[in-house]
């Protein structure tokens, strides 16, 4: 599915804190989101289909330095299956390269597999885990990293 990929806006906000509560056991709330919209070091995309605008997704990143943290990931279930995380996943991916981090880094349930699937798929891998991180269910999260220093070398 063809998507437009644009910053967040308070506008967003309902729709992304409905998505929240859709796609997590603990959602950020309208609040948490809405004080992203401040934070220099996040960056938060949403997606929208282009001819209605209908917010489909979102994914946010927070950048420390040069590390990138990916913070949530959430597209309506209606909606999955489609390419729409591919393509948010795609835009941190690039701006990582062109930002010059040394990594990007994210939680993950172990059993949400298709986002395992997704992130492997763009280079992500194991790095750790997180014991009992999760709540309803309980659950670990796998701490799934991409690094880019030094990867220009390896690529060449």
């Given at each position: 599915?063809?998507?437009?990929?644009?910053?967040?806006?308070?506008?967003?906000?309902?729709?992304?804190?409905?998505?929240?509560?859709?796609?997590?056991?603990?959602p950020w709330s309208?609040?948490?989101?809405?004080?992203?919209?401040?934070n220099q070091c996040a960056a938060f995309l949403v997606a929208v289909?282009?001819?209605?605008?209908?917010?489909?997704?979102?994914?946010?990143?927070?950048?420390?330095?040069?590390?990138?943290?990916?913070?949530?990931?959430?597209?309506?279930?209606?909606?999955?299956r489609q390419g729409i995380a591919r393509q948010l996943l795609d835009v941190f991916v690039r701006f990582a390269k062109?930002?010059?981090?040394?990594?990007?880094?994210?939680?993950?349930?172990p059993s949400n597999t298709a986002a395992i699937a997704l992130y492997q798929g763009y280079g992500f891998t194991e790095r750790g885990r997180r014991k009992n991180y999760y709540d309803f269910p309980k659950e670990d999260a796998l701490?799934?990293?991409?690094?880019?220093?030094?990867?220009?070398e390896s690529e060449a």
């Open positions: 599915m063809k998507i437009n990929v644009i910053p967040m806006t308070a506008d967003h906000l309902d729709e992304l804190a409905r998505l929240e509560k859709i796609c997590f056991s603990r309208r609040q948490m989101l809405a004080e992203e919209l401040e289909e282009p001819l209605t605008e209908r917010v489909v997704g979102y994914a946010g990143v927070l950048v420390m330095a040069d590390e990138g943290y990916i913070t949530n990931v959430a597209v309506f279930p209606e909606m999955r062109a930002n010059e981090l040394a990594f990007l880094t994210l939680e993950v349930r701490i799934l990293t991409r690094d880019f220093k030094g990867q220009e």
